[in-house]
């Protein structure tokens, strides 16, 4: 609890952060109803921690290793760049206008494992999703008016498909 308390302390002076532990992991931390914006979570792995209700415009959320089971409800991260492979990655109820996401796949003994990501209820207005592979990620109730996907724009008014 004490890592928690000073995390959240040097929000509050500087509104910046680099929220990983020593080995480059984020793993099973709640950062909930907290003002966060232009925060810099980068490390290797992001693991069971919630992020619900919580202010993360303009900030990086990047991962070289797997976004896993991050969860992200009822909050903003509107600006806010998402990098990584994403496993089982839920965004729920989530303002994430003009965000930028890299979504990668996992290269696994010269296979491909595509990131796996279910946006429900979300706005992703003006957002720019670049994948390497679509495949498993799914839009259902989703606001997409203006966003890039692989470099076609979304007409006004799109939602779950982009037109």
Known sequence: MKKLLTL????????????????????????????????NFIGNVCYHSFFNNTNL????????????????????ADGTLFDGWFYHQHFEGTSLKKATFYIRQNSVAGGHIPSDIYFNKCDLE??????????????????????????KMCAEGSLDICH
Do not use: H, P
Request: net charge negative; glycine share 10%.
């Open 57 to 76: 415009s303009n900030s990086q959320f990047k991962f070289s290793t797997v976004i896993r089971f991050c969860n992200f409800q009822g909050g903003v």
């Open 8 to 39: 959240v302390t040097l929000v509050c002076w500087s509104n910046f952060l680099v929220a990983t532990e020593s080995n480059g992991d984020l793993m099973d931390k709640a950062f909930e109803g907290l003002d966060l914006r232009g925060s």
């Open 126 to 151: 003006g957002a720019i999703i670049y994948a390497e592979d679509m495949s498993k990620i799914k839009f259902q109730q989703t606001n997409l008016s203006g966003a890039i996907i692989n470099g």
